[in-house]
């Protein structure tokens, strides 16, 4: 198994509304509520290449993109917010979340002096259990009452860094 994490300017524009568009294909719900979204985000990271770059990057599994990430860092040193998440749902269910969650994680943590990690999901997503997997901690939920009610609840989940406890 060969898992590399690669610049996303690698790659050609359209290439993370794909996988957002796979990752959630398991309900169409998904893309009704969250496509201009996934549009949005693509076109931002590549009008915005040195974001992109610093911010996020797309798993690869023998070559082949699989995954994408990113990462909200304009309030740090407070958090750093995780962003898009997603896995191409041939790929679910093999680890390849965790990996790039724990990716992220590790890039995330080479900001000193930061003190938080945050994520806001969807109760009815695998993305729980992920979170909570690899140190996320549920500090919050909210009701989802808007169009993407059948998703679940709003959860927040974060991550104290230890940097934090020397404050």
């Known amino acids: 198994m060969k898992i590399?994490?690669?610049?996303?300017?690698?790659?050609?524009r359209g290439i993370l509304y794909d996988i957002l568009s796979d990752a959630y294909s398991f309900d169409k719900r998904y893309a009704?509520?969250?496509n201009k979204n996934w549009k949005q985000a693509d076109d931002f990271f590549f009008d915005n290449p040195t974001i992109a770059d610093a911010y996020g990057f797309v798993t690869c599994y023998n070559g082949e993109p699989i995954g994408f990430i990113c990462w909200d860092p304009r309030n740090r040193p407070e958090y750093v917010e995780i962003g898009h998440n997603g896995i191409r749902t041939a790929y679910k269910g093999n680890g390849f979340g965790k990996l790039q969650l724990c990716e992220a994680i590790r890039r995330i943590k080479e900001d000193d002096g930061l003190?938080?990690?945050?994520?806001?999901?969807?109760?009815?997503?695998?993305?729980?259990?992920n979170y909570e997997r690899v140190g996320f901690v549920l500090c919050d939920t909210e009701e989802n009452n808007g169009e993407a009610a059948f998703s679940g609840d709003?959860?927040?989940?974060?991550?104290?860094?230890?940097?934090?406890?020397r404050n």
């Open 4 to 12: 590399e994490f690669k610049k996303i300017t690698d790659f050609h």
């Open 32 to 34: 009704i509520c969250w």
């Open 115 to 129: 003190k938080e990690i945050r994520v806001k999901t969807n109760r009815n997503l695998l993305a729980p259990k």
């Open 154 to 165: 709003y959860l927040y989940y974060k991550i104290r860094l230890k940097s934090s406890e």
